[in-house]
């Protein structure tokens, strides 16, 4: 029977490894103004029924008034800005350097065309625990319907 040899631990430990650093990556560059890109896009599923059509994006750490939920011309726009957070009240006043840092900062923009059936006055948006779910309700298609012949 053959023996399976493990990873290299070297090559392992420079995974586990606390000082192993990843370039901090901003949407906008070091002077703040936007080199018309986004470079971070969050992940979204998009689910549709014969009711309503639900979008969910990953938006942790994000205050609500930096995100954007628009509807304009069949599309969502769904946009915002990931700011770096400074913690205070426990002493730390966000001076310190970074042992590692992997989120991305900045801004995001996603556009979603959607179906013409969509009811754009009854969209409904709600962030809870870094997902934004946003629902949009279709329009209810004509209905056939019956109708009763009255005798004179």
């Known amino acids: 029977m053959t023996q399976m040899t493990p990873f290299n631990p070297a090559f ?16 906008d560059g070091p002077d703040g103004r936007t080199n018309g890109a986004s470079l971070w896009t ?17 938006l942790p750490g994000i205050a609500r008034e930096n995100i954007s939920v628009r ?28 042992v590692r840092r992997e989120r991305i900062l900045g801004r995001f923009h996603r556009s979603f065309e959607l179906p013409e059936s969509v009811d754009s006055s009854a969209i ?17 298609k004509a209905q056939p319907r019956q109708i009763e012949v009255s005798v004179n």
């Open 42 to 58: 969050p992940p979204v599923d998009v689910r549709e029924s014969d009711t309503e059509v639900i979008v969910e994006a990953e």
């Open 12 to 27: 392992r430990r420079l995974f586990a490894d606390p000082f192993f650093d990843l370039p901090v990556r901003y949407a």
């Open 71 to 98: 509807y304009h011309d069949g599309r969502l726009i769904l946009e915002g800005q990931r700011q770096e957070v400074h913690e205070t009240g426990d002493g730390s006043n966000g001076s310190g350097s970074w």
């Open 124 to 140: 409904k948006a709600e962030s809870k625990d870094g997902v934004l779910r946003v629902v949009l309700p279709k329009l209810e």
